[in-house]
């Protein structure tokens, strides 16, 4: 594979966690179904959602919760490609989150983990998430909504 064919995938790829999370964060994760393959799962701390319908039930039950801030901060993206079509990508995910609404008091992130996602290049040319696990590391005793 030539570098800028490389390179242009690892920036797509990135740009695809950045957009998810952007979603997740200032729209409720509307649209966070759509970044899944139809069959995708998504395991969060708390549980396994197979299938879009399953993830966009989740991200509808955590806005009927009421008001809300969260921001999932993401870092350190190591990609691999191994084909054309086919990414794995492993990155570290910091989340600070309450519920009320801003501004609420500075604390510091309630969950740091470690993301493993598996993301596919459909006919259509998007990518998406075939899985995404979420592995917490540190947590302090805010609950999540996962």
């Not at 399953?54 to 009927?64: D, P, T």
């Amino acid at each position: 594979m030539e570098t800028l064919e490389r390179l242009q995938i690892i920036r797509e790829i990135e740009e695809l966690s950045i957009d998810y999370w952007h979603d997740v964060d200032t729209n409720w994760g509307k649209n966070a179904h759509d970044y899944y393959t139809e069959d995708g799962s998504y395991t969060t701390s708390l549980k396994t959602r197979t299938g879009r319908a399953a993830i966009k039930e989740f991200y509808e039950s955590r806005e009927s919760r009421g008001e809300r801030v969260a921001r999932h901060l993401i870092n350190n993206h190591k990609i691999t490609i191994h084909d054309r079509d086919h990414v794995t990508a492993v990155w570290i995910l910091s989340l600070f989150a309450a519920d009320g609404q801003p501004v609420l008091p500075s604390k510091p992130a309630i969950m740091m983990a470690d993301v493993h996602d598996y993301i596919l290049r459909g006919p259509d040319g998007r990518w998406r998430y075939k899985s995404r696990i979420i592995k917490p590391l540190f947590r302090d005793d805010t609950p999540t909504t996962g």
